[in-house]
């Protein structure tokens, strides 16, 4: 799918359908001390520049996002490593009941031994700021193409761009 990084409106389509679609992304606190970033499943509201995630309250994120609003980056690639993504926002610890009912599943049941009411269950929600985003339009055969045009001409290859995109 092609996306013209110059049209910010597109460019922030695209990334709410491909965080929706690869659903899985790396989480971390940047401001404190150092943390390693953490594999979470995302729930997006696109129409609200949100991003929820289902954790234990021992979790580091769940434990140092408790005790106030923290500066937070989430990081996606999707399937067909086409399209990546990094998103800056809020991390906050949430108690939304009818977020927890919308998003309930068997896949989140299996973590939460006494189901929607578990004393370790809590969400984060991300409220996002700005993204920087790669898009490659390039498939196999044009990303070799391009490569080997660049060797012989010495150009860079044209693969793709890169948009800066400001959110809700």
């Not at 949100?50 to 609003?69: C, K, V, Y």
Request: glycine share 8%; hydrophobic share 40%; net charge negative.
């Amino acid at each position: 799918m092609s996306t013209d990084t110059h049209d910010p409106k597109a460019v922030e389509s695209r990334l709410w359908a491909e965080i929706e679609k690869a659903h899985l992304g790396m989480l971390g606190i940047v401001d404190g001390p150092p943390q390693h970033f953490q594999p979470m499943t995302a729930f997006v509201e696109a129409e609200a520049g949100e991003i929820w995630f289902f954790t234990r309250a021992e979790t580091d994120l769940a434990r140092d996002a408790s005790h106030g609003a923290k500066s937070c980056m989430f990081t996606i690639q999707s399937k067909d490593r086409e399209f990546q993504a990094c998103v800056g926002g809020e991390l906050t610890v949430e108690m939304d009941r009818a977020k927890i009912a919308q998003w309930w599943s068997p896949m989140v049941a299996a973590w939460y031994p006494d189901g929607k009411d578990d004393p370790d269950l809590r969400l984060l929600r991300v409220k996002c700021h700005d993204a920087r985003v790669w898009i490659s339009d390039a498939g196999p055969v044009k990303y070799l193409w391009e490569v080997a045009r660049a060797n012989a001409t010495g150009r860079t290859p044209a693969i793709g761009g890169r948009a800066d995109v400001t959110l809700n």
